[in-house]
């Protein structure tokens, strides 16, 4: 059975660009009214309105937060998207830049989740975009497989919480996916040869991705189901790693990984 997403309102973190924005053309498609935080803000007719946040200002946050909701009084549907990837080996990164991806990735969107959480209406919907580094940690992505497990096991814990109010969390693993998320990625590398392979086989793999439309269709189509599940591949190669995880001993996931990037 599926539910009915005309006159919906939706908030998307990171809707000016790559699979928010997809997300938010798909969902306006289906006349949902959009609220688009993000850090570059890009004015269009999707949205209702767009604020330019740093997701990891927490006044800032706040603020916009207020703002949506003395509008709209509540909301249906809650993405959150923002994020952004460090590449090389963890020696090479900055405490900065540790600091940044954290915030960004993960304790931002744990904010906003509480900021929004009473005023979700019944039978509203959490959605989360993570990643396989969750399930498969990367090498010289670290902290970015860190950060997403943090939000798988982050929309585990709050969907028993939400199930009272009728509200579904969803996280969705997209596979390799072509956006600009890979030329944003902040790269902190040094002289070995290794991490620069891992590097390049990791940026082509992602270039020759499927496009932000492909995972936007697959995000809204389960959205709409009345008992979506919890966690969400999308791409065939994307099922086919979440399934081996599930049968393949960890030393042996380790192996494999290995084999890719070193």
């Known amino acids: 059975m599926k539910r009915k997403l005309e006159g919906k309102v939706a908030v998307v973190s990171g809707g000016s660009s790559g699979i928010g924005l997809a997300i938010a053309?798909?969902?306006?498609?289906?006349?949902?009214?959009?609220?688009?935080?993000?850090?570059?803000?890009?004015?269009?007719?999707?949205f209702e309105r767009s604020f330019e946040c740093d997701i990891s200002d927490d006044a800032r946050v706040k603020t916009v937060v207020d703002e949506i909701l003395s509008k709209e009084k509540n909301i249906d549907l809650l993405f959150c998207n923002a994020g952004f990837g460090i590449g090389g080996l963890l020696e090479n990164a900055s405490i900065e830049s540790i600091d940044a991806i954290m915030n960004?990735?993960?304790?931002?969107?744990?904010k906003m989740t509480n900021l929004f959480l009473k005023n979700i209406n019944v039978g509203g919907r959490i959605v989360f975009t993570g990643s396989l580094a969750s399930i498969i940690p990367l090498p010289y992505q670290a902290c970015y497989s860190a950060s997403?497990?943090?939000?798988?096991?982050?929309?585990?814990?709050?969907?028993?919480e939400v199930k009272s109010k009728k509200?579904?969390?969803?996280?969705?693993?997209?596979?390799?996916?072509?956006?600009?998320?890979?030329?944003?990625?902040?790269?902190q590398t040094g002289d070995n040869e290794k991490e620069k392979h891992g590097i390049v086989k990791m940026e082509k793999a992602e270039r020759t991705g499927k496009s932000p439309d492909f995972v936007a269709k697959r995000v809204v189509k389960v959205i709409k189901k009345k008992k979506p599940p919890l966690r969400v591949s999308i791409g065939a190669t994307s099922k086919l790693i979440a399934g081996l995880v599930k049968i393949v001993p960890v030393k042996m996931l380790k192996f494999l990984v290995e084999k890719i990037y070193i």
Do not use: C, Q, W
């Open 148 to 160: 997403k497990a943090g939000i798988e096991s982050f929309s585990r814990a709050i969907a028993t």
């Open 25 to 46: 053309k798909r969902l306006k498609s289906e006349g949902v009214r959009i609220y688009d935080i993000s850090k570059n803000v890009k004015e269009n007719d999707i």
């Open 167 to 187: 509200i579904k969390v969803i996280t969705f693993m997209p596979g390799d996916i072509n956006t600009g998320f890979t030329d944003a990625r902040i790269k």
């Open 104 to 110: 960004v990735n993960l304790l931002a969107h744990m």
